[in-house]
C-alpha cells in the first residue's frame, strides 16, 4: 500500500531537549516536503526536498533542520525546541510538486512542546 | 512571502446545496491545487490546475484557474454530509521553485 509515514504521532517535550520526527515513503518520491498546521494560519510549509541531498527553505524554516540522505526518508529535527513549535506536523511526498502527480500527506505528528 | 486569502472561513449548508470558496493571491502561480482534510488526517488532493483559465471537474467539484494566474475557485454541488470537512487552496510557483502556499483553509459542514 502507498503511503506516508510519520513518528511519533504525538509527543510531549520540553523546551531545549532534541528532537526528531521521521517521515518515510515507499512510493520512491522525489519530492519531500514538512508542513506545520496551527489554527487560523492553514498549512505553512518548513523545508522541501526535491531529491537526495537538496533540501530548501519553506516558509517557515526558523527552528527546524532537516536532511535527506536517502530517498524515501525525510527527518525533521528540532535540535532546541520551544513552546511556540507546538502545532501538528505534517510530511508530504509526491513524484515532482507541480506536475500531475498527487501529493501524499502522512497522518500528521501532533507535538506539545511544554 | 506569498500569501493567500482564502473565503469564506467557514460555511454551513444544508445538504442539497450548492458551495462556492475561492483563493486570491498577491503574486502569481503556476499551479493551483484544491485539498480536503478530514478531521484527524492529512490533507487529501481534490483537483489540481496547471493552465489559466482551466477548469476541470472531479465528480461533483469543480475548480478554476484564474485568467490573472492570482485566483482560483471551487465549486460543490449538491452537498452531502461527507462533503463535511476543511478545504485547502494551495499554490506553487513551479519551475525551479517548488515551494506550495496554503491558504488558511475554508470549514465547512453540511446539515443532513
Known amino acids: 500500500e502507498a503511503q506516508v509515514t510519520q513518528n511519533p504521532r504525538y509527543l510531549i517535550t520540553v523546551t531545549g531537549k532534541k528532537l526528531t520526527v521521521t517521515c518515510s515513503q515507499n512510493?520512491?518520491?522525489?519530492?519531500m516536503s514538512w508542513y506545520r498546521q496551527d489554527p487560523g494560519l492553514g498549512l505553512r510549509q518548513i523545508y522541501y526536498?526535491?531529491?537526495?541531498?537538496?533540501?530548501d527553505k519553506g516558509d517557515v524554516p526558523e527552528g527546524y533542520k532537516v536532511s535527506r540522505k536517502e530517498k524515501r526518508n525525510f527527518p525533521l529535527i528540532l535540535e532546541s525546541p520551544s513552546p511556540n513549535q507546538t502545532s501538528l506536523y505534517f510530511c508530504?511526498?509526491?513524484?515532482?510538486?507541480?506536475?500531475?502527480?498527487?501529493?501524499?500527506f502522512g497522518p500528521g505528528t501532533r507535538l506539545l512542546v511544554l | 512571502g506569498q500569501q493567500l486569502n482564502q473565503s469564506p472561513q467557514s460555511m454551513f449548508i444544508q445538504e442539497g446545496e450548492d458551495v462556492s470558496m475561492n483563493c486570491t493571491s498577491s503574486?502569481?502561480?503556476?499551479?493551483w491545487l484544491w485539498y480536503k482534510q478530514d478531521p484527524g488526517e492529512g490533507p487529501v488532493l481534490l483537483i489540481a490546475?496547471?493552465?489559466?483559465?482551466e477548469l476541470t471537474s472531479n465528480g461533483r467539484l469543480t475548480a478554476q484557474f484564474g485568467i490573472t494566474r492570482k485566483d482560483s475557485f471551487l465549486n460543490i454541488s449538491a452537498s452531502i454530509p461527507s462533503d463535511v470537512g476543511i478545504y485547502f487552496c494551495a499554490g506553487s510557483s513551479g519551475g525551479s521553485n517548488y515551494k506550495l502556499t496554503f491558504g488558511k483553509g475554508t470549514l465547512l459542514t453540511v446539515n443532513p
Open positions: 490546475l496547471y493552465k489559466a483559465g
Open positions: 512510493m520512491n518520491h522525489e519530492y
Open positions: 503574486s502569481i502561480f503556476n499551479t
Open positions: 526536498s526535491m531529491n537526495v541531498e537538496v533540501t
Open positions: 508530504a511526498s509526491s513524484r515532482l510538486a507541480g506536475q500531475e502527480e498527487t501529493q501524499y
